[in-house]
């Protein structure tokens, strides 16, 4: 028996509410919303941790802003508070090399930074998920208690594909999904939507895409007043996740 399992949500217990953000596949802007997430929930006064988890592909620490910031030791590991969000992440290790793992190496990994991560009186976590179903995605829906899935497509066959996929999975695994988020809309669709309620999922809305927030990434002050993080504040005051 592995004693980090008895360990992780131990971590965990007295987080109010486990927001993991997931997607089944990559390039649909699931980063960049479970980072604005946490930076909205920062500035509405709650105590918030962002865990990016996505250890192939790690980009919230560039969305966040994070420079020099590294976590500290005290009993485990502590992250640092980068623009009003505690943040933990993979990169903080490996910086921007490859991680190269495989099989029970990546579950390893996973199971370690899990254990050894403290969220102290934190009220929220968002978790930026690995995109796919697989080890790192497992693990997390295994190990993690009370935890909700946001889950983040685009208005495309291909990722509502994927999505289905995940979908089916933390269904069969009675895992609670808050919703359907579609992000990067250029123009009128509603199969997104259609695909909600033919599951009987709780449709959140959609962002248009904004063309003009590449140039605002890792520029906080900036970012939070761009279209995308309006929207998505839009939305989220509207279905209550504050």
């Known amino acids: 028996m592995d004693p980090r399992l008895s360990i992780i949500n131990e ?6 509410r486990i927001i993991a953000v997931g997607s089944g596949k990559g390039g649909v ?4 919303i479970s980072t604005t997430l946490a930076l909205l929930l920062s500035k509405n ?15 919230c620490h560039l969305i966040l802003g994070a420079k020099d910031e590294f976590p500290t030791e005290e009993k ?26 495989r099989g029970w190496e990546v579950t390893n990994l996973f199971r370690e930074l899990l254990a050894i991560t403290r969220w102290d009186n934190i009220e929220y976590l968002i978790i930026d998920m690995p995109p796919g179903v697989g080890d790192e995605v497992l693990e997390l829906l295994k190990l993690i ?3 909700e899935i946001l ?22 695994l009675n895992i609670p999904i ?7 809309r250029v123009q009128p669709s509603d199969i997104v939507k259609k695909y909600a309620l033919e599951n009987k999922i709780n449709y959140l809305g959609y962002i248009p895409f904004d ?20 929207n998505l504040e839009k939305i989220l005051h509207e279905k209550i996740l504050f």
């Open 11 to 16: 971590r965990l217990k007295n987080i109010e």
């Open 29 to 32: 802007g699931k980063s960049i």
């Open 45 to 59: 006064n709650k105590l918030t941790g962002l865990f990016d988890l996505d250890f192939q592909g790690p980009t």
């Open 76 to 101: 485990g590991i502590k992250p640092p508070q980068i623009n009003s969000v505690y943040f933990m992440s993979i990169y903080y290790f490996t910086r921007d090399n490859p991680l190269p793992l």
């Open 145 to 147: 208690n009370k935890k």
């Open 151 to 172: 889950i983040v497509t685009t208005p495309s066959i291909l990722s509502l594909n994927t999505v289905d996929k995940l979908v089916k999975l933390l269904k069969n």
């Open 178 to 184: 808050i919703g359907i988020l579609e992000n990067m």
């Open 211 to 230: 063309y003009s927030i590449e140039k605002y990434i890792g520029e906080i002050n900036l970012f939070m007043k761009t279209k995308f993080v309006l």
